[in-house]
């Protein structure tokens, strides 16, 4: 798998992670320990593009 396509995968785990906390905090059912969860491995792939995109430009 090159770089790109991994960084595209990447984002594309990103935003349907930021899909899933927005539906979480509208639902009254998901509870705070779940919805920390989901933000920490947003993040998480939010930092792995940046350090991918990072090291491809140095």
Known sequence: MSLSSHVQEL???HHSLEMQ???AQRSPAVDDLTLTSLKKQ???IKEEIARLTQS???
């Open 21 to 23: 906390v927005e539906e």
């Open 11 to 13: 984002r594309k785990k």
């Open 42 to 44: 947003k993040l998480k």
């Open 56 to 58: 491809a430009h140095a």
